[in-house]
């Protein structure tokens, strides 16, 4: 089934300038762990072990993450400090890590058609490691896309409603209800004005893609602000094919900005952290 799931990671983070000038976005730590490690333990949850990043120039931290540190695993083997490494270490064990570079920042359609070569012809998902998702409740956001994925073999946005004032973020859909949690879409929009916008169902960044994508990227031209739009090319498989939007369960954090990122870092902090689950 479902192996893959690539990463598109060569942004500059802006809205975190100056910590982000030298320093990937995707590194920023949530208490204790980098951003794009909680997407890469989601992807695995989801049964995902081929991790595809596309990274870019002043990104190789990324790399150097997925990786073992030698000096390190030294310095603390039979301490009581081996407990940090647990998790990254299990990713080590049971995921691949492949990466290529974008070098030239032209969208996030662009940049997923740029993973290309690492995925192939197979169905895979995709994680802005930016947006943390997160289900006490149940399976992770990834998990529930992967079970759906079997039931409907298209592809799937994960979708959640947001104050309309605020569409001009998202990508937005309009579709046709076809379950409590589950829309047929029939068309979206890049970041919208409110007033032009079709409803205020936002796409987040979760997306399981059918491979057919990588041709309609490529025969996309540049939409909102210059920059080749994964939503465009979801548009027109949309109207090929079927592409399905789903309210998941669980909580979102925009941790790209100030405000979401302090909300996730304090609520990992009360549910991750200090409960001891945080490695
Ligand atoms: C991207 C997509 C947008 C989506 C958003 C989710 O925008 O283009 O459709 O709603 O991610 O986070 P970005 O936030 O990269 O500008």
């Given at each position: 089934?479902?192996?893959k799931?690539?990463f598109?990671?060569?942004?500059?983070?802006?809205?975190f300038l100056?910590a982000?000038?030298?320093m990937?976005?995707?590194?920023?730590?949530v208490?204790n762990k980098?951003?794009?490690?909680?997407?890469?333990e989601?992807?695995l949850d989801?049964?995902?072990?081929?991790?595809?990043i596309v990274?870019?120039?002043?990104k190789r931290a990324?790399e150097?993450?997925f990786d073992?540190?030698?000096e390190?695993?030294n310095?603390i083997?039979?301490?009581?400090?081996?407990?940090?490494?647990?998790?990254?270490?299990k990713?080590?064990?049971?995921?691949?890590f492949?990466?290529?570079?974008?070098?030239?920042m032209?969208?996030?359609?662009?940049a997923?058609l740029t993973?290309?070569?690492?995925?192939?012809?197979?169905p895979?998902a995709?994680?802005?490691?930016d947006?943390l998702c997160?289900?006490?409740?149940g399976?992770?956001?990834?998990?529930?896309m992967?079970?759906l994925?079997?039931?409907f073999r298209?592809?799937?946005?994960?979708i959640q409603?947001?104050?309309?004032?605020e569409?001009?973020?998202?990508?937005?859909i309009?579709g046709e209800?076809?379950?409590d949690?589950?829309?047929?879409?029939?068309?979206?929009?890049e970041?919208?004005?409110?007033e032009?916008?079709?409803?205020?169902?936002?796409i987040?960044?979760?997306y399981?893609?059918?491979?057919?994508?990588?041709?309609?990227?490529?025969?996309t031209e540049?939409?909102?602000?210059?920059e080749?739009?994964?939503?465009d090319?979801?548009?027109k498989?949309?109207?090929?094919?079927?592409?399905?939007?789903?309210k998941f369960?669980g909580?979102r954090?925009?941790c790209?900005?100030a405000e979401?990122y302090i909300?996730a870092?304090?609520f990992?902090?009360e549910?991750?952290?200090?409960?001891?689950k945080?490695?």
């Amino acid at each position: 089934m479902i192996k893959k799931c690539l990463f598109p990671a060569a942004g500059y983070g802006t809205r975190f300038l100056p910590a982000t000038k030298a320093m990937p976005k995707e590194m920023l730590p949530v208490v204790n762990k980098p951003l794009i490690q909680y997407g890469v333990e989601e992807a695995l949850d989801a049964g995902l072990t081929e991790i595809s990043i596309v990274t870019g120039r002043g990104k190789r931290a990324l790399e150097d993450h997925f990786d073992i540190s030698y000096e390190l695993e030294n310095q603390i083997k039979g301490t009581d400090k081996e407990k940090y490494l647990v998790g990254i270490r299990k990713l080590l064990d049971e995921c691949s890590f492949s990466y290529t570079r974008q070098t030239e920042m032209k969208g996030l359609g662009h940049a997923i058609l740029t993973g290309r070569p690492l995925i192939g012809d197979e169905p895979f998902a995709v994680v802005l490691a930016d947006d943390l998702c997160v289900n006490l409740e149940g399976d992770g956001v990834l998990t529930q896309m992967v079970k759906l994925y079997k039931q409907f073999r298209c592809s799937i946005v994960a979708i959640q409603e947001v104050d309309p004032a605020e569409t001009n973020k998202y990508g937005v859909i309009a579709g046709e209800m076809i379950r409590d949690d589950i829309y047929r879409v029939h068309s979206m929009v890049e970041k919208p004005k409110p007033e032009d916008a079709p409803s205020n169902l936002a796409i987040i960044g979760r997306y399981i893609l059918t491979p057919d994508i990588f041709d309609l990227i490529e025969q996309t031209e540049p939409g909102k602000g210059g920059e080749i739009q994964i939503t465009d090319a979801l548009m027109k498989q949309a109207q090929n094919g079927c592409v399905m939007a789903y309210k998941f369960k669980g909580k979102r954090f925009d941790c790209g900005g100030a405000e979401g990122y302090i909300e996730a870092t304090n609520f990992c902090f009360e549910n991750f952290y200090k409960t001891g689950k945080a490695y």
